[in-house]
């Protein structure tokens, strides 16, 4: 069946570098997703892409669509502590379903 | 806006009772309600997707007759754990979508559940 592929599984970085996780689909999806879980939280939706190539920013984040809509990027530029969880994205195998990436979990040394 | 209550947070009894979680969407109406099993650490784990009052429609390997979901309205779902064992500890989250089961999910705090 339809999975999410998504890397990598840990992250750990300076404060101030940047971070990148990437998410892969076996099929094409209609849209992608992307949550961030701080840590003993819940999910939290950021972001959702539609278009081909589409690319979209959130202060810091930038988040990618690909043009076969089959992968996604989200990149932090200059990470702060306030960053530190998990980033899980999410795609729809069809109309009626949603599989989630199996989550990047970020962690920032001050 | 967009928010979701999850009752309790917390429980813990002991091996055998039955538990209920329940799920609202505040100030939308959730065509679609979705609940999750967490482990530390790990991913969201799908257990079942469940339609405003239709039978909800388990993922494989999740026990129907253990884990028993109601959607009996737009704003309300219910996960009960049916004669709970140490092994179904875990956190339980559930999420709701006013757009359908592939549109942007608004998550509840989650459910840690300890059987004894």
């Known amino acids: 069946g339809q999975q999410v592929m998504q890397i990598p599984q840990y992250q750990h970085v300076q404060e101030g570098e940047d971070f990148t996780t990437y998410c892969n689909s076996s099929?094409?999806?209609?849209?992608i997703q992307w949550y961030k879980q701080r840590p003993g939280g819940h999910p939290v939706f950021l972001i959702q892409l539609v278009k081909s190539g589409e690319v979209k920013k959130q202060k810091r984040l930038t988040f990618q669509f690909g043009e076969a809509k089959k992968n996604s990027s989200l990149h932090i530029t200059a990470t702060q502590t306030t960053d530190v969880g998990t980033y899980f994205c999410?795609?729809?195998?069809?109309?009626?379903?949603?599989?989630f990436g199996a989550g990047t979990r970020l962690t920032v040394k001050p | 806006g967009a928010v979701v209550s999850q009752h309790p947070s917390r429980v813990i009894c002991k091996s055998g009772t039955s538990v209920k979680i329940e799920c609202r969407s505040l100030d939308f109406q959730a065509t679609t309600m979705f609940w999750y099993r967490q482990f530390p650490k790990q991913s969201l784990m799908l257990m079942a997707t469940s339609n405003e009052g239709s039978k909800a429609t388990y993922e494989q390997g999740v026990e129907k007759d253990k884990f028993l979901i109601n959607h009996a309205s737009l704003t309300l779902s219910t996960l009960t754990v049916t004669s709970a064992h140490p092994e179904d500890s875990s956190f339980y989250i559930c999420?709701?979508?006013?757009?359908?089961?592939?549109?942007?999910?608004?998550f509840g705090d989650g459910t840690r559940l300890s059987i004894l």
């Open positions: 999420s709701a979508s006013d757009r359908g089961p592939s549109q942007p999910q608004h």
């Open positions: 099929t094409t999806l209609s849209n």
């Open positions: 999410a795609g729809p195998p069809n109309n009626n379903d949603m599989r």
